[in-house]
């Protein structure tokens, strides 16, 4: 009996394990989850006719060259803004009026909104040039203008106005043009420049008064032969050492009656005497 006994317990124990490694059944397919719609693959188009092949594109002619764009012109500053003194020539300039004892008084700029180049910077009104020597009526000017004026009056047009009979004082100047915001005058173009009047370059001198004589209009006075001619001659030729510009009866008809005195600036000091 005891023989046997090894052989029933390997027995049992081969039993047992084959009881215990029995797989469980797998479940059954119908049990599964649905497969997703989502996870489909997407539906072929119903026809499988091809497209019809697209148009071609019309051609359009071919781009003309562009012309090369024209430069702008940059406006330059106004004409009269070129002409500004500076802090240094102005004060220098309105020292020597203060030498020749002119009465005058600063006033704000002058500009035109007709014409953005007419204008002064630092305009002056001047009443007297020299002490009772009075411009009539007062006129606008750059201090350069009214300097010039001042030298001419004082170095010579008073001197010069004691040789003329009965010795008479001179006590005024009667103007014409002071400034004014034109073309030039006389000069037979139909485009001209603007005038030195546009920029207070400029004074027209109509007559000279004085005070126990008639006053001495500025008129042609050719082969009179008398005082008042040499002294218009005089006054007139004189006047070019103080102005660039110097005209008067005779340079056209615009300047029969009166002389137009300027300081235009000119390359190398060139200076107009007609």
Not at 229 to 247: G, H, K, P
Request: overall charge negative; proline content about 11%.
């Amino acid at each position: 009996m005891r023989q046997f006994w090894p052989i029933l317990a390997c027995f049992v124990l081969v039993t047992g394990s084959g009881a215990i490694a029995q797989e469980t059944p797998p479940e059954r397919i119908e049990d599964a989850a649905p497969i997703s719609s989502d996870t489909r693959p997407p539906a072929r188009p119903e026809s499988d006719t091809p497209a019809p092949p697209s148009e071609p594109e019309e051609r359009s002619e071919p781009a003309k060259p562009r012309e090369p764009a024209k430069p702008v012109e940059e406006a330059g500053p106004p004409a009269w803004k070129d002409l500004r003194e500076t802090d240094q020539e102005y004060a220098s300039c309105r020292l020597a009026l203060s030498l020749l004892g002119s009465v005058y008084e600063e006033i704000p700029p002058i500009t035109d909104p007709d014409d953005s180049d007419c204008g002064i910077a630092r305009p002056l009104r001047v009443t007297e040039i020299l002490p009772g020597l009075e411009l009539e009526g007062g006129a606008e000017m750059r201090c350069d203008t009214a300097r010039a004026l001042g030298f001419w009056a004082r170095d010579f047009l008073r001197p010069a106005a004691a040789t003329l009979p009965d010795s008479p004082r001179l006590t005024g100047l009667r103007l014409g043009s002071t400034y004014s915001c034109r073309a030039r005058a006389g000069t037979g173009k139909k485009r001209p420049k603007l005038s030195e009047h546009a920029l207070g370059n400029a004074i027209d001198i109509a007559a000279f008064l004085f005070d126990n004589s008639d006053p001495l209009p500025v008129q042609p006075r050719e082969d009179t032969g008398d005082r008042f001619e040499a002294f218009q001659r005089s006054a007139r030729a004189t006047a070019c050492l103080y102005f660039t510009t110097v005209l008067g009866p005779g340079s056209n008809e615009a300047h029969d009656d009166h002389l137009h005195l300027d300081v235009k600036s000119r390359k190398n000091g060139w200076r107009l005497c007609q």
